[in-house]
Each structure stands twice: as C-alpha cells, then as structure tokens.
C-alpha cells in the first residue's frame, strides 16, 4: 500500500509540474489600445517595450526608473541597438519628469498672465547649467535623437512601428525643455552664443527670420501643444521633428513717442520651432559614440511660416508646427473688444485712437496680404476663427500673410475711411518702401458688417460725387468756402488703394441697416460719445467757414456733434446718399457673403436681422454666397468655406497673370 501512494504521490508531482501556467484571458481590444500607449510621457510610467528590454536583461525596471545611469550601462551590452536607445530615453524622460521644473517656470512666468508692472526686485535667475531637469532633458534628447537617426535602421524603415513615434515625442517634449532652459541662460544676451545649458556648451542657430524681427529679448517662452484656447475652434499644427512654442516680446512702451503715431504693429507672439543636434551627429565622421559623448550642441531655430522642412542626418524630415497657438495668446491678452466698447461709449476722450495694422506673423515679402476689416463696436476678435483657419491651411499659408485692422467705429464712416487708407499705405510703404515686394500688391480685402462699407470705399473712386452731396445744403458761398477746406476734401474726394486686386464683402450695409432706426439703437446713438479733439475740429470748421447750426444739422449734426459710424448706418443718412451708388474700381473683381436669418422668407425680402439682403447685395459680383445665419456670418463654417474658395481662384488667376 505505501508502495503505491509513493507511486501516485510521484505521478501527482510530475503532472503537476506539466500543468499550463499560462492561461488566456479575453480583454477589451480599447484596454489593450491604452496599455499599449502609456509610457513615460503619457502615463507616468515606463512603457511595456522599455520594462520588457530591461526585465529580460534581469534589470528591475522600478529600480532603473530611479536611477537610470547604471541600467543604461547595463543595458547597451545586452540589447540590441534600437531597444537600447529607445529605453535610455525613456529612463531619462522619467528622471526629467522627476526633477523640479525651475526653469520651465521661470521661461513661463509672463507668458500667459497679463502684463504685470515692473518689479524692482531683481530676478534671480536659476543656474540653468546645473539644473537637473535640464541634463536629463538633454540626455532624454541625445538617445532619441541617436534612435532616430543612428541605430542600424534608416526612420523609413521604421515609419509603421508606434516606437518610433513614441521616441520622437520624447526628443521633442525633451527640446522643449531645453529651448526654455537655453531662453534662460540668454536673458538680456540677445543673441550671445554659444551658451552653457545642463553641461553642454550650446550655439543657437536662426533660420528664416529677418535681422530686424529679433531685436529684443522675448519676456516668456511657452510651450504650444501645451496650451488650450477657449473659444477656437481648433488648433492648427504640424506633426514632426521639433517642438513649437511662442516667444513672447514686451509690448511697447507707454512713454515711446511713436507708439500711438505708428499705425503698424508687428507680432508680438512669435512662433517658432526648435530642434536639437549634437556633434557628431553623423553629418560628419563621429557616429553613434561620438553624439552620446558629445558636450557640444547646435540649437536650430525655424520660422514655421516659411521653413515646414529641414535637412538632419543626411535626411529630408517635415519640421513640427503650431499656427494657431501664437494667434490665440494675442487675443487673449489683446483687451481689444474692451478697446472697442470703451471708444464707442466712454466719455470724456481727450483724442481718438488712430487705426492700427496688426501683423498676424513676421513680414513676408513673398506673400500676398489679405487685410481683414471688421464692423461696428467690434474688434479683430471678430474674425477669430476665421483668421485661424486660413492660418491653418496649408495652401493658403503658403501664398498668403494676414493683417488685421482695427479702428475706433464711434467716427463717421468718411472719417475712419480716410484714416484706414492712410495706416494701409504708411504700413505697405514701411514694408517694402521700394514697391517691389510681392507682398506689396495684389492684396486682398475683406470687410464684415461697417467694415465692409469702409472696405467698399478703400475700392472705390469718389470723384466729386461724394463732396457734392455733402455740399449741396449750404448756401453757395458757404459750399463754396468748405469746398477749398483740405479736412473736407480729404474725407470726401478719394480714389482707390492701388495695392488690393480683390474685395470680399460680408453682411455689409451698403445701402444701410435698418436696425439702426429702431429706437433699442437709436437711444444707444445718442450715447455714443465723440473725442474731444474731433468736436473741436468739427467747431473750428464750422466757425472758420461761417457755418451755422441749421446748416449743420441738415447734414446730420446733431447739437453741433458731428455723424458717428452707426448715425451713417442708417438707411436715410447723407453718408448714405452720397456713397450708395459709388462703383468700384473698374476691373476690380469682387464677391459678396450674405446672411438670411430665416431662409422661409423669399430673399429679396430676408435679412441677417441687421442688413436686409437688398442692401448686402451688390450687382457686378463675381460670387454672392447666401448663409442661413444673423449677422455674424464671418464666424460660421459656410462662410470660411466660401472665402477660402475665393481665396484658391483668386490664387490661380494671380498665378496666370505672374507668368504673363
């Protein structure tokens, strides 16, 4: 008997030792999507490939985690190449995680916050050189970069694997790190290099930026994928090689005589692109060792409106991006709206505020300029999306720059017509003072709502049309003497901008806005507050000439107040009936976008709720597209589509009439 329980007993063992320790178990295919995806940026840990590598050299992936030096060591004899590299990059981005991110904060301080008054307290900078998240950064950067670039397989031969992907998003969030770090280290050094950063001895490289646009210092850098924007549709961005951010330059000084005078205003937010490389890189005769080695390396900064791509390693690779990232921190930080509304109903103004030009990215002056004009009480907040969608495609950013305008709309349309022709040329003449710039003709102008009126007439030939009217309720010696008056004629004989070739027109009132006569409006007119400077010109005229006050008020002054923007609006102002019927330009092309409330009504008869279709509407358009929206068409979908189908044919007939 006890033979055979021993024998059973032995049969046991060995069966037992026979049994599957692997068993299948069924998972959702999205768990498994997750758990393929996080790793050291995305989770907080190392992922499955990296712990794999190490636990089958029978290293402790949690131990290496903690310190990576001696695993990375370990490692390179034991795995092949790729696995190597892709791992010390890992094991590094989790030590940079790790570390304190004085710098970063530092590089960020004034970047989204807005502008604080000066401190007198002195900055103390952090020792970028010996930061610990820096050397990690770069170390982070120097294994993807030598995964990328110099392990055995060439990136194409790896273009399908999510390795790949996943290591360059580690050299890129790792350059992040260091650009901020390298922005630091050349705080009130404009230009110095080369500059010490995390042990590495680092030059800095522009490329596609004129001398003139980096003459300051920026104040802050900031991320770009990091940032979020309420309020825009989306966020336009390039996939590759680099990290975008946004260096933000201090806006001018109050005390700067030519701040108010000067009508153009450049980018404040640039963007940019960032890539680093280390010596030996295989450019030249050092290879793999000599990068890993190398306390040598070039920083290369990219203008992302006119560099997409870059020769590294001996390979052409497309260059990452952001173009909506630089535009949403300028209108969040503008206060335009806030501007707008307070010019319009603040009283007690010494002086209007001059139209300025706005530069949504540096000159180029090879690019078209497309100049947006927006309506009343509004700002270029109005063309937010707009704008960042024709920033964010592709074919349009490569032929064409946006200038946005931004004017006071409590004056007459006459008033901030004359003024916004005379910004346009003063900044197409500081630009490309020669004339010969592509960027210095053919532009295109698009105006919403009252800056479509205003845009009409930047197209548009008065003749004496125009002043006759104005004049035709004097007496005839005082028309006569107001005639010679270079105020009047300066507002009312004008002829067309010879820089734009075609004109887009959005909800414009051009036969004006019936709303405007309701009473809701007409009791916001009279609130509607002028500069004192305007009403003492206007008086000084008036007395000059020996106008009186019955004259005036049949040319719509009110209590010796003259027209504001919204009083020409109405459908029954002089302004109206003198410009009504003023042609465009002959040859001019020009299309318009019309908005119609409620599409049931037959559309001679709909309105946007402010503009009747009839007085949207302008015979001789090449294009009218009607929208079902109210009056802010400029912010629907249908509208973008449209103006960057106008956009694309006004491309190809510029590009028929170059090759003439």
């Not at 290099?193 to 646009?213: D, F, K, N, R």
């Not at 290879?287 to 306390?295: K, W």
């Not at 390396?297 to 992302?304: I, K, Q």
Request: proline fraction near 7%.
């Amino acid at each position: 008997m006890r033979g055979w329980v021993g024998l059973l007993a032995g049969l046991v063992l060995l069966g037992g030792s026979g049994c599957a320790v692997v068993k299948v178990k069924e998972r959702a295919f999205g768990e498994v999507a997750v758990e393929r995806n996080v790793d050291a940026l995305s989770g907080g840990r190392l992922s499955t490939a990296a712990a794999t590598a190490l636990g089958s050299a029978g290293l402790d992936p949690e131990q290496c985690a903690r310190e990576p030096e001696p695993c990375i060591a370990q490692l390179r004899p034991l795995a092949a190449v790729e696995d190597w590299l892709a791992t010390a990059a890992e094991l590094q981005l989790l030590r940079m995680n790790a570390a304190p991110a004085t710098v970063t904060k530092a590089a960020e301080s004034a970047g989204i916050a807005k502008r604080a008054e000066p401190s007198e307290s002195p900055v103390v900078a952090p020792d970028v050189d010996s930061d610990l998240r820096t050397r990690a950064a770069i170390e982070t950067a120097r294994y993807a970069y030598a995964y990328l670039f110099l392990s055995p397989r060439t990136p194409e031969q790896r273009v399908f694997e999510a390795r790949q992907e996943r290591v360059l998003r580690f050299y890129n969030r790792a350059i992040d790190v260091v650009a901020q770090a390298a922005f630091e280290a050349s705080r009130g050094q404009i230009g110095t290099t080369p500059l010490q950063v995390g042990g590495l001895e680092l030059s800095i490289a522009l490329h596609g930026y004129e001398a003139t646009e980096l003459t300051q210092q920026p104040e802050a850098l900031l991320a770009s994928d990091t940032l979020g924007f309420d309020n825009l549709r989306a966020v336009y961005r390039r996939d590759g090689f680099g990290t975008a951010l946004v260096a933000v330059f201090p806006r001018r000084s109050r005390s700067d005589p030519d701040a108010a005078d000067t009508p153009y205003r450049d980018t404040r937010y640039l963007p940019v692109t960032a890539t680093l490389r280390f010596d030996g890189d295989g450019d030249g005769d050092g290879g793999l060792d000599a990068v890993l080695a190398s306390r040598t390396a070039r920083m290369d900064v990219y203008n992302p409106y006119r560099i997409d791509s870059e020769t590294i390693a001996g390979r052409k690779v497309p260059l990452a991006a952001n173009y909506s990232a630089a535009y949403g921190i300028w209108l969040a930080r503008s206060e335009l709206a806030r501007l707008s509304l307070s010019s319009l109903l603040r009283p007690k103004q010494a002086r209007a505020f001059k139209p300025r030009i706005y530069l949504n990215q540096p000159y180029d002056p090879d690019k078209r300029v497309i100049v947006l004009v927006h309506g009343l009480a509004s700002s270029p907040e109005a063309w937010v999306n707009l704008a960042n969608e024709l920033l964010g495609d592709e074919t349009l950013r490569k032929h064409y720059q946006l200038w946005q305008v931004f004017y006071p709309t409590n004056l007459s349309i006459l008033s901030n017509r004359a003024a916004i022709d005379s910004a346009l040329t003063q900044t197409f003449a500081h630009y490309d003072p020669e004339g010969d710039d592509v960027a210095g003709r053919d532009a295109v102008l698009v105006g919403h709502s009252m800056g479509g009126v205003i845009s009409r007439l930047l197209v548009s030939d008065s003749g004496d049309r125009v002043l006759d009217a104005t004049l035709q309720p004097f007496d005839p010696a005082a028309a006569q003497r107001l005639r010679n008056e270079p105020m009047v004629r300066e507002l009312t004989v004008f002829k067309a901008m010879p820089q734009f070739e075609r004109a887009v027109f959005l909800a414009s009132p051009h036969r004006g806005a019936v709303v405007t006569d309701g009473w809701p409006l007409r009791m916001v007119r009279k609130l509607i507050r002028l500069p004192f400077d305007v009403l003492r010109e206007t008086a000084e005229l008036a007395q000059r000439n020996e106008v009186g006050q019955d004259e005036l008020q049949k040319i719509g002054f009110r209590k010796g107040r003259p027209p504001t923007g919204p009083d020409d609006l109405s459908p029954n102002s002089l302004f109206m009936r003198s410009t009504e019927n003023l042609p465009i330009e002959a040859g001019l092309p020009y299309h318009t976008i019309v908005g119609q409330r409620d599409p049931k009504l037959p559309l001679l008869q709909s309105s946007d709720g402010a503009v009747p279709y009839r007085s949207a509407h302008l015979d001789g358009a090449l294009s009218e597209k009607v929208i079902p929206s109210g009056h802010s068409v400029q912010e629907t979908p249908q509208a973008i589509l449209e103006l960057r189908r106008i956009l694309r044919i006004d491309m190809a007939e510029y590009a028929k009439r170059v090759k003439r």
